[in-house]
């Protein structure tokens, strides 16, 4: 008899037998097994092999086959991810079908799926022969660049069809003739490891990082949190390639995580180049196969280093001895759907678990992590200067009161990027909204472009000519007449990313303008381009949302401009103020990292306001002392803790009865130090054409909301109201929207 995790919406486990023919088979917690649940055939894992069952032996299914020979999680991954179970409130069996690879939530066979790669042969002739040889065959040397460039700049040796596919168009017979030639070899392997000799010298670190590197050595056989707090260009980095080299060198793994995809590569190439050993790396642009491969070869042992985004921190690495967490202030760790959990913490939960140290890195710590140091929970290490010695960038305020704006940008900001570019300096144009505008006006009447499904406005996206609501996604074409008075005097409100671009392209007509944002680097290796590109200097105006704000190096950017931070001043959202702060510190800090001297200007109706006068005077350190002194007096995060109950319907009734019935059994329930707010509508009550509510639960003792919630939240699928709603629990949430 087994206990069995079902990945399915239900808080409970379910016990199975085994037949016969499976009695003799050695079980251990983690193994797959494939089960008959309700109509489906679904792959579920053993939590535990049971003696017996308090149900009647008819009401017991029999397992249909065991998948695996051994547990694949490992009992590490299986301990933590039921731990996050409990602590997110989370059905079980869903928790732990979240924390394997989708390629074996699909695939009874564990065996590493195979891809064919196609890579340089180093033994063919020199490259002026070789160019000559495809001089006539422009396509041929096109895919054999495209093999070379790959293996110079990422370490890994090869390049699979899909990747190609990305790239360039019918590929297969350039292929095909550059086999023929000799010029390529192909093979079929399993992993995506990436190795190359290493190229840099090891850096002599100044006096701060190598305190930094010393205090966090004395802890290599044991727990501890290192918060290092370093400004912009600080060197943290180079902090953790000292330690890691040490760890790796005794034959440890280390599991380094980044908030975003677009600071993979970049991340992935300073430790090829520093480090001589095997690297793989993990996040949502690879294929399912390409990221079981990666895990595969973390659980082997067979890489030391994973790179990876959120999802790596279930992967199971039997030699880790050191987790990194870059950007650690950042939302992203946060996942917003499903399983609700956040990787910086589960992260810290897992150290302790391994008993190994952790380092936090960020110039600008999230507020829980500060408060953790103050509480001397976490021990700081902080970077105060740059490790190139340069100074910090000027920061000076534009006060847009009465000025005459062009594109939403004051005279004195393009006056300041013309000077820039005259001296050869690079500029950076930040706004956190991509689009051409976020709606369009009819000039006589005054109807706007909303959302049919949501309480917003749809932005105006001029190159494709589309409205596009960036909350649920729903597309229509731009209008060339207002839908209530069939006026054509309709007018773009507001700019965006593309707008901005249109205007500085048609101002500097010769320099290159690069957007980057979503819509503009879609298309696979588009980011990378642009980044390039931005790096050699080729484009002289960067325009881009939060994917510039943080850890790209851009040596010759000297302006950084920010264009828009009065919505973030007055938000609902009671995080928006640290969020803006962070951004306004991160984006600053692109600026003046090289030779020239930086400067940076940010735009804003009130010059006057407390948050920017603090990062203006006296930097972001005293903006969070202020911060952490409000959420005190506020009763919010991090010192006290909350939960939210969501729940959204296409009925706003069905949605407020349900939350109704949730309110309904607590009511003779004494709950001491725990308040619960609602039911109230969210910030933006109807969204993708549902209506949203929710319920908040806010306590100063974690261990009395999690006791409430344990209790509460698995009688409430079944309540009467449940099933006509969709509904979540999240703890910890990141906001409240």
Same mark, same amino acid.
């Given at each position: 008899?087994?206990?069995?995790?079902?990945?399915?919406?239900?808080?409970?486990?379910?016990?199975?037998?085994?037949?016969?023919?499976?009695?003799?088979?050695?079980?251990?917690?983690?193994?797959?097994?494939?089960?008959?649940? $309700?109509?489906?055939? &679904?792959?579920?894992?053993? !939590?535990?092999? +049971?003696?017996?069952?308090?149900? #009647? =032996?008819? *009401?017991?299914?029999?397992?249909?086959?065991?998948?695996?020979?051994?547990?694949?999680?490992?009992?590490?991954?299986?301990?933590?991810?039921?731990?996050?179970?409990?602590?997110?409130?989370?059905?079980?069996?869903?928790?732990?079908?979240t924390a394997l690879p989708v390629y074996l939530r699909n695939n009874d066979d564990a065996t590493p799926p195979l891809n064919r790669y196609w890579y340089i042969n180093n033994a063919a002739s020199n490259e002026q022969t070789i160019a000559a040889q495809l001089k006539r065959a422009p396509k041929q040397l096109q895919i054999y660049q495209?093999?070379?460039?790959?293996?110079?700049?990422? $370490?890994?040796?090869? &390049?699979?069809?899909?990747? !190609?596919?990305? +790239?360039?168009?019918?590929?297969? #017979? =350039?292929? *095909?003739?550059?086999?023929?030639?000799?010029?390529?070899?192909?093979?079929?392997?399993?992993?995506?490891?990436?190795?190359?000799?290493?190229?840099?010298?090891?850096?002599?670190?100044?006096?701060?990082?190598q305190e930094a590197v010393n205090a966090i050595r004395q802890h290599h056989d044991g727990h501890a949190v290192h918060l290092i707090n370093g400004i912009t260009g600080s060197g943290k980095t180079e902090v953790y390639l000292a330690l890691c080299e040490q760890?790796?060198?005794?034959?440890?793994?280390?599991?380094?995580?980044?908030?975003?995809?677009?600071?993979?590569?970049?991340?992935?190439?300073?430790?090829?180049?520093?480090?001589?050993?095997?690297?793989?790396?993990?996040?949502?642009?690879?294929?399912?196969?390409?990221?079981?491969?990666?895990?595969?070869?973390?659980?082997?042992?067979?890489?030391?280093?994973?790179?990876?985004?959120?999802?790596?921190?279930?992967?199971?690495?039997?030699?880790?001895?050191?987790?990194?967490?870059?950007?650690?202030?950042?939302?992203?760790?946060?996942?917003?759907?499903?399983?609700?959990?956040?990787?910086?913490?589960?992260?810290?939960?897992?150290?302790?678990?391994?008993?190994?140290?952790?380092?936090?890195?960020?110039?600008?710590?999230?507020?829980?992590?500060?408060?953790?140091?103050?509480?001397?929970?976490?021990?700081?290490?902080?970077?105060?200067?740059?490790?190139?010695?340069?100074?910090?960038?000027?920061?000076?305020?534009?006060?847009?009161?009465?000025?005459?704006?062009?594109?939403?940008?004051?005279?004195?900001?393009?006056?300041?990027?013309?000077?820039?570019?005259?001296?050869?300096?690079?500029?950076?144009?930040?706004?956190?909204?991509?689009?051409?505008?976020?709606?369009?006006?009819?000039?006589?009447?005054?109807?706007?472009?909303?959302?049919?499904?949501?309480?917003?406005?749809?932005?105006?996206?001029?190159?494709?000519?589309?409205?596009?609501?960036?909350?649920?996604?729903?597309?229509?074409?731009?209008?060339?007449?207002?839908?209530?008075?069939?006026?054509?005097?309709?007018?773009?409100?507001?700019?965006?990313?593309?707008?901005?671009?249109?205007?500085?392209?048609?101002?500097?007509?010769?320099?290159?303008?690069?957007?980057?944002?979503?819509?503009?680097?879609?298309?696979?290796?588009?980011?990378?381009?642009?980044?390039?590109?931005?790096?050699?200097?080729?484009?002289?105006?960067?325009?881009?949302?939060?994917?510039?704000?943080?850890?790209?190096?851009?040596?010759?950017?000297?302006?950084?401009?920010?264009?828009?931070?009065?919505?973030?001043?007055?938000?609902?959202?009671?995080?928006?103020?640290?969020?803006?702060?962070?951004?306004?510190?991160?984006?600053?800090?692109?600026?003046?990292?090289?030779?020239?001297?930086?400067?940076?200007?940010?735009?804003?109706?009130?010059?006057?306001?407390?948050?920017?006068?603090?990062?203006?005077?006296?930097?972001?350190?005293?903006?969070?002392?202020?911060?952490?002194?409000?959420?005190?007096?506020?009763?919010?995060?991090?010192?006290?803790?909350?939960?939210?109950?969501?729940?959204?319907?296409?009925?706003?009734?069905?949605?407020?009865?349900?939350?109704?019935?949730?309110?309904?059994?607590?009511?003779?329930?004494?709950?001491?130090?725990?308040?619960?707010?609602?039911?109230?509508?969210?910030?933006?009550?109807?969204?993708?054409?549902?209506?949203?509510?929710?319920?908040?639960?806010?306590?100063?003792?974690?261990?009395?909301?999690?006791?409430?919630?344990?209790?509460?939240?698995?009688?409430?699928?079944?309540?009467?109201?449940?099933?006509?709603?969709?509904?979540?629990?999240?703890?910890?949430?990141?906001?409240?929207?």
């Open positions: 008899m087994v206990k069995v995790a079902v990945p399915c919406p239900l808080y409970n486990t379910f016990d199975y037998k085994l037949p016969a023919s499976l009695n003799h088979r050695v079980i251990e917690a983690g193994m797959r097994v494939r089960i008959s649940f $309700g109509r489906q055939k &679904l792959i579920g894992i053993i !939590l535990e092999e +049971i003696p017996g069952s308090t149900l #009647p =032996a008819n *009401k017991i299914k029999e397992v249909i086959a065991i998948l695996d020979n051994r547990s694949l999680p490992g009992s590490e991954i299986l301990a933590l991810t039921q731990w996050a179970a409990k602590y997110y409130v989370h059905p079980p069996g869903d928790a732990l079908q495209l093999l070379k460039n790959n293996d110079a700049e990422t $370490g890994f040796t090869g &390049l699979d069809a899909e990747q !190609l596919n990305s +790239i360039t168009e019918n590929w297969r #017979p =350039a292929i *095909k003739a550059l086999l023929e030639k000799g010029l390529i070899k192909q093979d079929v392997r399993a992993t995506v490891l990436l190795s190359q000799p290493a190229q840099s010298p090891q850096q002599v670190l100044n006096q701060e990082q760890l790796i060198a005794a034959g440890k793994q280390v599991l380094v995580l980044v908030p975003e995809i677009g600071l993979t590569p970049q991340l992935t190439r300073r430790f090829l180049q520093r480090l001589n050993t095997t690297i793989v790396v993990q996040h949502s642009a690879m294929n399912d196969r390409q990221r079981y491969a990666a895990w595969q070869a973390a659980a082997s042992g067979q890489a030391q280093l994973l790179i990876g985004t959120r999802s790596s921190i279930f992967t199971p690495m039997p030699e880790l001895g050191l987790i990194i967490i870059d950007e650690e202030h950042d939302g992203s760790y946060k996942q917003q759907d499903g399983f609700r959990y956040n990787a910086r913490d589960l992260a810290i939960v897992r150290a302790k678990n391994k008993n190994i140290p952790i380092l936090l890195g960020s110039a600008t710590a999230s507020l829980e992590s500060l408060n953790n140091t103050n509480e001397q929970r976490y021990i700081q290490h902080q970077l105060k200067k740059r490790a190139n010695k340069k100074p910090l960038p000027t920061i000076r305020l534009v006060n847009l009161c009465n000025q005459k704006l062009h594109e939403g940008m004051a005279e004195t900001l393009l006056d300041t990027i013309k000077l820039h570019l005259s001296q050869q300096g690079q500029v950076l144009l930040f706004i956190n909204r991509r689009g051409f505008a976020p709606l369009l006006m009819c000039h006589d009447c005054g109807w706007t472009t909303n959302c049919q499904r949501c309480d917003a406005h749809m932005t105006y996206h001029k190159r494709r000519q589309q409205l596009i609501c960036h909350h649920c996604g729903a597309q229509r074409p731009a209008a060339d007449s207002c839908d209530d008075c069939g006026s054509t005097n309709i007018l773009a409100i507001g700019s965006g990313t593309e707008r901005i671009e249109q205007y500085l392209q048609n101002l500097f007509p010769q320099t290159q303008v690069s957007r980057i944002d979503r819509d503009s680097t879609r298309k696979k290796g588009s980011l990378q381009e642009k980044l390039e590109q931005a790096h050699s200097g080729e484009s002289g105006i960067l325009v881009g949302t939060q994917m510039l704000a943080k850890g790209h190096d851009f040596p010759n950017i000297t302006l950084v401009c920010i264009l828009d931070t009065d919505q973030a001043l007055f938000s609902a959202d009671f995080r928006a103020a640290e969020h803006l702060a962070q951004l306004i510190t991160q984006v600053s800090g692109r600026a003046g990292r090289a030779e020239k001297a930086g400067e940076v200007l940010i735009q804003t109706h009130h010059p006057e306001h407390p948050l920017l006068q603090d990062l203006l005077h006296k930097g972001y350190p005293a903006f969070a002392r202020n911060a952490l002194e409000e959420r005190r007096a506020a009763g919010l995060p991090p010192c006290f803790h909350l939960a939210l109950l969501r729940c959204e319907s296409i009925d706003a009734s069905a949605a407020s009865r349900f939350l109704n019935q949730a309110m309904a059994l607590t009511e003779n329930i004494e709950q001491p130090q725990l308040d619960i707010f609602g039911p109230l509508p969210a910030p933006m009550e109807r969204r993708a054409g549902r209506y949203r509510y929710q319920i908040m639960l806010q306590s100063k003792q974690r261990k009395i909301l999690h006791a409430f919630m344990n209790w509460w939240i698995p009688q409430l699928p079944q309540l009467s109201a449940a099933r006509k709603v969709r509904w979540s629990i999240d703890v910890d949430p990141y906001d409240t929207f």
